[in-house]
């Protein structure tokens, strides 16, 4: 489909693993949104891509968490040295414009740390 | 603290029966969005509102943004099992702010 997809769907780590989470957004889509939704709870902010500029990383949690779009198109989330409060589900979005244009959603990376 | 808050957090009801969730806030945002998210996938835009008092309709879907611009409702008339899912509503303070997302409200309709 021509959706945002997500990769890998589900992954495992263990306490202490790096780990990368890769996101594919709508081919054409300027803007790309990294979102982490913890269970029960709505999705959080995490950085906001404009090409391959990261124009906003307010949201990441600690110097653990790093993003990368280096060609304006895929994006990589990459989590170092996970924890257990790392666990939650990771949600790529695309939007054709900036933050105030309709963003789609990608189904999400669910992360379990052991 | 949550600056967008839903109610109920959870709600179950019988096919055919009327709802109505809420969300609120003690801030003004320029916009409201509300959204619904199944089980394994993302949230899809249900709807944008944009000015106080706007009320938007979506067949059996109604959405209302507060004069005010701090709260907004979704009434669902004649509920059916479809409806069932994660609705959540989501805010920008300013014009070019990041979108902050509530707790969502759980619907469960049963047939």
């Known amino acids: 489909g021509a959706g945002v997809s997500q990769s890998p769907r589900y992954k495992v780590a263990k306490r202490g693993q790096d780990v990368a989470l890769r996101c594919d957004p709508i081919s054409g889509h300027v803007s790309l949104f990294w979102y982490q939704q913890a269970l029960g709870q709505g999705p959080e902010f995490l950085t906001y891509f404009q090409n391959e500029a990261q124009l906003d990383k307010s949201g990441l949690p600690s110097d653990r968490f790093f993003a990368e779009r280096p060609e304006g198109s895929v994006s990589t989330l990459k989590i170092q040295r996970t924890q257990q409060e790392d666990s939650a589900v990771y949600l790529c979005?695309?939007?054709?414009?900036?933050?105030?244009?309709?963003?789609?959603f990608g189904p999400g990376t669910r992360l379990t740390v052991l | 603290t949550q600056l967008l808050e839903q109610s109920p957090q959870f709600l179950s009801i019988q096919e055919g029966e009327n709802l109505t969730v809420y969300c609120n806030s003690s801030s003004v945002f320029s916009s409201l969005q509300w959204y619904r998210q199944e089980p394994g996938e993302g949230p899809a835009l249900l709807v944008t509102?944009?000015?106080?008092?706007e009320v938007k309709k979506l067949k059996r879907l109604t959405f209302q943004f507060g004069d005010a611009r701090k709260d907004s409702s979704l009434h669902i008339t004649a509920a059916q099992p479809g409806d069932t899912g994660l609705y959540l509503c989501?805010?920008?303070?300013?014009?070019?702010?990041?979108?902050?997302f509530g707790k969502g409200t759980r619907l469960h309709i049963l047939p």
């Open positions: 979005a695309s939007s054709w414009g900036g933050v105030t244009d309709t963003q789609y």
């Open positions: 989501a805010g920008a303070m300013n014009r070019d702010d990041k979108i902050i």
């Open positions: 509102v944009v000015t106080g008092g």
